[in-house]
Nanobody, 124 residues
């Protein structure tokens, strides 16, 4: 069993930056691909970014490419999402997800563990 706990969300203004963290416990974090997803009110959960188990391969949704950076610190069992140039349309609950697989993926179906989410609100 893996427990994932997100932190770092909050209320910011457009063009601001914010970094989300996700701390994992209960299983060897360094063997798992990880990802970030988000869900805005009234919308389905969508892929944001993913990273493989070593941090060498990453993928991004087109809507965040160039603005968001996913990274991981396996020594600290922590996943990060650095967000810059935030827009009101980035407002959502952001979820951390962990996979039993080592390779990163963009589909929610490959992820086995999910955090409770952290709210990010971007005001215009």
């Amino acid at each position: 069993q893996v427990q994932l706990v997100e932190s770092g969300g909050g209320l910011v203004q457009a063009a601001d930056s914010l970094t989300l963290s996700c701390t994992a416990s209960g299983r060897t974090f360094s063997n798992n691909a990880m990802g970030w997803f988000r869900q805005a009110p009234g919308k389905e959960r969508e892929f944001v970014a993913a990273i493989d188990y070593r941090g060498g391969v990453s993928y991004y949704a087109d809507s965040v490419k160039g603005r968001f950076t996913i990274s991981r610190d396996n020594a600290r069992n922590t996943l990060y999402l650095r967000m810059k140039s935030l827009k009101p349309e980035d407002t959502a609950v952001y979820y951390c997800a962990g996979s039993m697989k080592r390779g990163a993926g963009t589909h929610a179906s490959i992820y086995d563990y999910w955090g409770q989410g952290t709210q990010v609100t971007v005001s215009s």
